[in-house]
């Protein structure tokens, strides 16, 4: 399972072990023209603010000019597919979680295929998870909606943001460890399923914690529990979800950028010295922890390396639940 965890590589030991000069003398081999960085999740979810914190921060550190462009649905792969049929000249990136490398896991005919047809770019970023709770439902824990739901399944249903996402494995998992086969209903995003919890049409959602704990502040959701070994430094009000009654419920999501297949080696080398600093810059400055993102930093060849293992790890929980792409 992946824990949560501090900076992997720093951005210098990253260049140091790539043998190449600081970021600032790369940037000419940055992209002149305009970046699209495409989010294929509706706006507002976990991926789109933290895209657009990595956006906000290449502006002004390098001058790029980056348009976050929102492509939601068919669990990511409409704008997957806008990167994929992209020019490989770094103008077309994609900022997604891991969503984006279990297509073929959970896709019976997927548009592409996420590890050969994509360059990886750069692993930005963890997330502990948020499990929250429709607000008009009296419980209180995991132990109680564990039980309420071996009573009546069918009145149990919990929402993600797409198949293949990382609230989607983690509700897996869940189900997994309480013997349950509760009904999972895929989004066109974060935001449209945590609505429809909020209003009480769905009853569960586990999410990255920056995606949900506003509106679990709020009032408009309950949240029971973390997905992590300890309380998230963000909200430790919230109990691990051993504490709520379901040890083994530890998940974490991950972010990251590609590009198309085929780019040029020093665009690729230059783009992920960008995110590297740019990524270590917002730790800096505090402004990952207010989100409960751990920065992540490493090369391109560490994040395919990490994206292999992943979907290993991923394909066998599916596989063990016997789940069916669609």
């Known amino acids: 399972m992946?824990?949560?965890?501090?900076?992997l590589i720093a951005t210098t030991a990253t260049l140091g072990t790539l043998g190449l000069a600081p970021a600032v003398a790369q940037t000419d081999a940055l992209p002149k023209r305009p970046?699209?960085?495409?989010?294929?999740?509706?706006?507002?979810?976990?991926?789109?603010?933290?895209?657009?914190?990595?956006?906000?921060?290449?502006?002004?550190k390098y001058g790029l000019t980056i348009v976050v462009?929102?492509?939601?649905?068919?669990?990511?792969?409409?704008?997957?597919?806008?990167?994929?049929?992209?020019?490989?000249?770094?103008?077309?990136?994609?900022?997604?979680?891991m969503t984006h490398t279990m297509a073929k896991q959970v896709m019976k005919s997927p548009p592409y295929d996420p590890v050969t047809d994509f360059t990886p770019i750069a692993r930005v970023g963890e997330a502990p998870m948020l499990l929250v709770m429709a607000p008009g439902l009296?419980?209180?824990?995991?132990?109680?909606?564990?039980?309420?739901?071996?009573?009546?399944?069918?009145?149990?249903?919990?929402?993600?943001?797409?198949?293949?996402?990382?609230?989607h494995l983690a509700t897996v998992l869940f189900?997994?460890?309480?013997?349950?086969?509760?009904?999972?209903?895929?989004?066109?995003?974060?935001?449209?399923?945590?609505?429809?919890?909020?209003?009480g049409h769905v009853q569960l959602m586990i999410d990255p914690v920056l995606a949900l704990l506003p509106m679990?502040?709020?009032?408009?959701?309950?949240?029971?529990?973390?997905?992590a070994k300890t309380r998230a430094a963000l909200a430790p009000e919230i109990p691990t979800a051993a504490e709520s009654g379901m040890p083994g419920l530890e998940y974490a999501t991950w972010y990251g950028v590609w590009g198309p297949k085929d780019m040029p080696a020093a665009t690729v080398t230059a783009l992920?010295?960008?995110?590297?600093?740019?990524?270590?810059?917002?730790?800096?400055?505090?402004?990952?922890?207010?989100?409960?993102?751990?920065?992540?930093?490493?090369?391109?060849?560490?994040?395919?390396?990490?994206?292999?293992?992943?979907?290993?790890?991923?394909?066998?929980?599916?596989?063990?639940?016997?789940?069916e792409p669609v």
Do not use: M
């Open 175 to 199: 189900n997994k460890l309480a013997g349950l086969n509760l009904t999972i209903a895929p989004y066109r995003g974060t935001a449209p399923g945590l609505t429809d919890v909020a209003a």
């Open 272 to 323: 992920n010295a960008a995110c590297n600093a740019a990524i270590k810059d917002l730790a800096a400055s505090g402004k990952l922890a207010e989100f409960g993102i751990d920065p992540v930093s490493g090369t391109p060849q560490e994040f395919a390396d990490f994206i292999v293992k992943d979907v290993k790890r991923n394909s066998e929980l599916l596989k063990s639940v016997n789940f």
């Open 35 to 60: 970046i699209r960085l495409v989010v294929p999740f509706a706006a507002g979810g976990g991926v789109d603010v933290f895209a657009r914190l990595l956006a906000e921060k290449l502006k002004e």
């Open 69 to 97: 462009e929102n492509r939601g649905g068919a669990n990511g792969s409409i704008g997957g597919s806008a990167v994929r049929s992209a020019e490989p000249d770094g103008t077309t990136l994609l900022f997604s979680a």
């Open 216 to 227: 679990a502040r709020g009032g408009n959701v309950k949240a029971l529990a973390v997905t």
């Open 2 to 7: 992946i824990h949560r965890r501090d900076f």
């Open 138 to 167: 009296p419980f209180k824990t995991i132990t109680e909606v564990v039980a309420d739901a071996k009573k009546q399944p069918d009145k149990w249903t919990f929402a993600t943001a797409a198949l293949g996402a990382p609230g």
